[in-house]
């Protein structure tokens, strides 16, 4: 029989790699917290209509990349989450009726599922880091949003990113520009490619952002968005320029940004990396107040956030060597047995040690010293232990600095102490 691998579009992650995961997780708990934000966890699916009603029936996500399910013959389908937001939004939804307090700031480390082709930098199933602030979306609310995503690029050391924000109006605002689109694409027809001719009639907006070079060249004539916006929604849009201008956060307005999801209004915006070939995008959000409503909420929650992908986060920190410091911990005591018959003293000790907060481990394989010696080098750990019946005897044990080579003989109450101390070395 063959053997089983993973499945296709999904990925294991092994120690070496999960201490990156650890390390861009503490950054992100670490920034999140210095703007107030506290971590949602909800379930892996929700029904099948909340990403319907939530993400909107023409979009990708909701047309082709779903895995949706039957629990049973007769229940609701469900589906494996394909983003956050829709779930954030529910959850709150459910346990703040009438709205909660006026700010609710939370952010979230998930995993998500969509049926796409599988290639670099895109999974069947891949993490989301992201944010969303909800009960107030004001232009300082939008511009202290994006400050904590680039915050945390900042703390990881990324460099070259580019944040490109654009302005998506109001309902009225859409509905006057897509009459504006499709009369400027009618003369181009047969020029649009099958995708662009589907998005014509369901949602025309979704054609500026067509990767077919053909298409592009298209669109860089159209009128654009943000001339259609009236003066509120405008000055509300330059409002969120001056305070990302004022912290020094560079962008670009990009007028042919209009993101995938259905309930984005007025700011949109994305970050890009050069170093992450086709699927350039590293992240991106904008503001959402329409989808309370959408999902059956008594009241408006104006509402605004993000997601940024963790596995292009990962490629993007790789290109630029930001792993090269972290280095893999060892256990700090390897116990050496001289003599097998010594394990269960040796058991003994290692429990001992663990239960004063030393980290531990010995060769549980019962092999001669040589291979046990080989094995605390390849552990990269930081000290031996030796055990015999000598140290057994008097109670004094041989511990040996594995990098200096230095050795103390002391009983095992005074290890603790002499670990801490050379850990401060
Ligand atoms: P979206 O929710 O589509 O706006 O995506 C936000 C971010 O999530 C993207 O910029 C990517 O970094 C990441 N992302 C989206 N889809 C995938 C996928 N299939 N595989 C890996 N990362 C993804």
Known sequence: MAQFQVVKGAKDIFPEEIVRWHYIEGVIRSVTALYGFSEIRTPVFEYTELFQRGIGSTTDIVGKEMFSF????????????????????????QKYPGGGVPAHKLYYVADLFRKERPQAGRQRQFTQFGAELLGVSSPAAVAEVISMMM?????????????????????????????????????FRDKLDEPSLERFDKNPLRILDSKNPAVQEIVAGAPKLLDCIRSEGRAEFDRVLGYLADRNIAYEVDHLLVRGLDYYG???????????????????GGRYDALSKELGGNVEIPAVGFAVGMERLIIAMEKQGLFAALTPHGPQVFVVLQDSSLEDQALRISDRLRHAGVSVESDLAGRSMKAQMREANRLMAGFALFVGQDEVASGNYTLRNLKTSEQFSLSLDAIPGVLHESSKQ
């Open 70 to 93: 039957l629990p049973d013959p007769n229940g609701r389908s469900i589906t494996l989450r394909p983003e956050m937001t829709a779930g954030v939004m529910r959850a709150f939804l």
């Open 151 to 187: 915050q945390v690029f900042d703390s990881l050391g990324l460099q070259g990113l580019k944040l490109r924000v654009n302005s998506l109006g109001d309902l009225d605002d859409r509905a006057r520009y897509r009459d504006m689109l499709r009369a400027y694409l009618e003369p």
């Open 266 to 284: 007025h700011t949109a915006f994305e970050v890009v990396s050069s170093e992450l070939g086709a699927q350039d995008a590293l992240g991106g």
